[in-house]
């Protein structure tokens, strides 16, 4: 059965750090492209970042350039999500996808594979 599972969601402060990882199971997804989604409350999911399967690509929202950081582990087929400098703007339901057999891309309908989502949340 082929599984995404994130974790390393919670609550921080504004200006806090979270790091989140999505933990691929069931087949490698080592050659997929890889990103991070979210949905606030009452909100359309919106994409967040984007990984290429050799980490040669990546891709941000503008909201979060400079403050989050994609990056994967194929040996250990895992994706994570840095997230610095958060912002209440930030609180979510992020989840993790798998783009199969293609560099990745900023469209939810691409994506292949998904997982059930992490809560964070971000007070001001």
């Known amino acids: 059965q082929v599984q995404l599972v994130e974790s390393g969601g919670g609550s921080v402060q504004a200006g806090g750090s979270l790091r989140l990882s999505c933990a691929a199971s069931?087949?490698?997804?080592?050659?997929?492209?890889m990103a991070w989604f979210r949905r606030a409350g009452g909100k359309e999911r919106e994409f967040v970042a984007a990984?290429?399967?050799?980490?040669?690509?990546?891709y941000y929202t503008d909201s979060v350039k400079g403050r989050f950081t994609i990056s994967r582990d194929n040996a250990k087929n895992t994706v994570y999500l840095q997230m610095n400098s958060l912002k209440p703007e930030d609180t979510a339901v992020y989840f993790c996808?798998?783009?199969?057999?293609?560099?990745?891309?900023?469209?939810?309908?691409?994506?292949?594979?998904w997982g059930q989502g992490t809560q964070v949340t971000v007070s001001s």
């Open positions: 990984i290429s399967w050799n980490s040669d690509w990546t």
């Open positions: 996808a798998a783009d199969v057999m293609s560099i990745g891309s900023r469209a939810a309908a691409d994506y292949d594979y």
């Open positions: 069931g087949r490698t997804f080592s050659r997929d492209g």
